[in-house]
C-alpha cells in the first residue's frame, strides 16, 4: 500500500515536502518514484529511487532537476519528495509508485510505467 501525503497550497517560490508511506514495495526488488499529473496534462515522473545496498540511488526529470529531491528514511517505509522553489506549473496531483524491477525491461532511471499507486495528494502553486 502506498499513502501519500503532504500536499497543500503555496506561494509561487515556496516549499513542500510530501511523504509517502510505503508498506509492502521495500528493497532492492522494487523501483519507486514520484509522479504528478495536472489537469489535461500528461502525467509526469519528477523522481525516482532504487534502494541498493548501502544506500539508494536517485533520478530527476530535468524539470525538477535542482529543485526537488527524493529520499527514503532508514527503515525504506517512507519515501519523500522536499520541494522546493515551487512554480505555478507545478500545480497538480502528486503520486507515489512502486514497480517490481522484473516486471520490466527498462531500469529505474527511465521507467515510466508503474504497477502499484497511491491515491494521490494535491499541490497548488499560486
Known amino acids: 500500500q502506498l499513502v501519500e501525503s503532504g500536499g497543500g497550497s503555496v506561494q509561487a517560490g515556496g516549499s513542500l515536502r510530501l511523504t509517502c508511506a510505503n508498506s509492502g514495495y521495500t528493497g532492492s526488488k522494487y523501483c519507486l518514484a514520484w509522479f504528478r499529473q495536472a489537469p489535461v496534462k500528461e502525467r509526469e515522473r519528477v523522481a525516482s529511487?532504487?534502494?541498493?545496498?548501502?544506500?539508494?540511488?536517485?533520478y530527476y526529470a530535468d524539470s525538477v532537476k535542482g529543485r526537488f529531491t527524493v529520499s527514503q528514511d532508514h527503515h525504506q517505509n517512507t519515501m519523500y519528495l522536499q520541494m522546493s522553489g515551487l512554480k505555478p506549473g507545478g500545480t497538480a496531483m502528486y503520486y507515489c509508485a512502486a514497480d517490481p524491477i522484473s516486471a520490466r525491461s527498462s531500469s529505474c532511471a527511465t521507467r515510466r510505467e508503474y504497477t502499484y499507486w497511491g491515491q494521490g495528494t494535491q499541490v497548488t502553486v499560486s
Open positions: 529511487l532504487y534502494t541498493a545496498t548501502g544506500g539508494f540511488t536517485t
